[in-house]
Nanobody
Framework: QVQLVESGGGLVQAGGSLRLSCVASGRTFSNYHMGWFRQASGKEREFVAALRGTGSTFYSDFVKGRFTISTDNAKNTVYLQMNALKPEDTAVYYC?????????????????WGQGTQVTVSS
């Protein structure tokens, strides 16, 4: 019903920036709340950021003001601007969508997931 496709990952050196994009297709984008998660090798999927349809944002503590989630509803796209990247940010980043406006830090509340985009930060 909803398809999510991430892009924008790549290899950057520490301190660099990337902007990830997630394009949604299917049902109306504005009906969903969007999240970004990441999963490093050998680790569980980890919450990064979320954006409610009303515009409220939520961030994991590790972001420390470095990451920003935003959307362009006209383009059915959610973005994750990542600045001051660190090697520990290296992971596959996934966007996700849910109709449930709560518990955004839990992967289990999200109904749809993209295929992921690799972000690698060299030291």
């Amino acid at each position: 019903q909803v398809q999510l496709v991430e892009s924008g990952g790549g290899l950057v050196q520490a301190g660099g920036s990337l902007r990830l994009s997630c394009v949604a297709s299917g049902r109306t984008f504005s009906n969903y709340h969007m999240g970004w998660f990441r999963q490093a090798s050998g680790k569980e999927r980890e919450f990064v950021a979320a954006l409610r349809g009303t515009g409220s944002t939520f961030y994991s503590d590790f972001v420390k003001g470095r990451f920003t989630i935003s959307t362009d509803n006209a383009k059915n796209t959610v973005y994750l601007q990542m600045n001051a990247l660190k090697p520990e940010d290296t992971a596959v980043y996934y966007c996700a969508a849910t109709t449930r406006p709560f518990a955004f830090g839990l992967p289990t509340v999200y109904d749809y997931w993209g295929q992921g985009t690799q972000v690698t930060v060299s030291s």
